[in-house]
């Protein structure tokens, strides 16, 4: 189970504070690890936060019996790093928000199992946002035992390809 995750954003006060409108939850200050991060905090069952640090932020161990901290590194907007999150909203309100900060974002089909709004937070970061509905499709396909048989399907599939 995943507590919380962190991104980096140009402007992170305003990517949390819009993540948190997702959650209907809030944004605040996280001064812990680098000056000007902020987090989404959803108010829910398990405290689901999104830490969001400057652009760059790269994560480095501390010396002794002290708590990591934040440097600025590469200001590289690209990144594998995404999450995917749920909300009580329906499409519409997400693609609202969306449209009103000039974001990119459009619905997709994973895999044919699940639905996902990708949410392209400043353009740069995907965040994959769930509607009540996709949240049900999903977890109805990710269990081990649906994954397991996508596997051994796609083997299956390459061998015959590989035959003709």
Not at 42 to 49: L, S
Not at 59 to 83: E, F, N, Q, W
Not at 107 to 126: D, H, N, T
């Amino acid at each position: 189970m995943i507590f919380h995750v962190s991104i980096d954003a140009d402007n992170p006060r305003h990517v949390a504070e819009v993540i948190a409108e997702l959650w209907d939850g809030q944004a605040t200050p996280f001064p812990p690890v680098i000056a000007g991060s902020w987090v989404a905090m959803a108010g829910d069952e398990r405290n689901t936060v999104i830490e969001v640090y400057p652009r760059g932020t790269e994560l480095v161990p501390a010396d002794g019996d002290a708590d990591s901290y934040g440097v600025i590194g590469s200001p590289d907007r690209r990144s594998a790093t995404h999450v995917a999150i749920a909300t009580r909203m329906g499409a519409t309100e997400v693609f609202a928000i969306a449209d009103r900060e000039g974001w990119p974002a459009k619905y997709r089909k994973r895999g044919g199992a699940f639905g996902v709004i990708e949410f392209w937070v400043e353009g740069s970061r995907m965040i994959e946002v769930l509607t009540p509905v996709m949240q049900g499709e999903y977890l109805g396909a990710m269990t081990v035992g649906n994954w397991n048989a996508m596997l051994v399907s796609m083997e299956t599939e390459q061998r015959v390809s590989a035959m003709a």
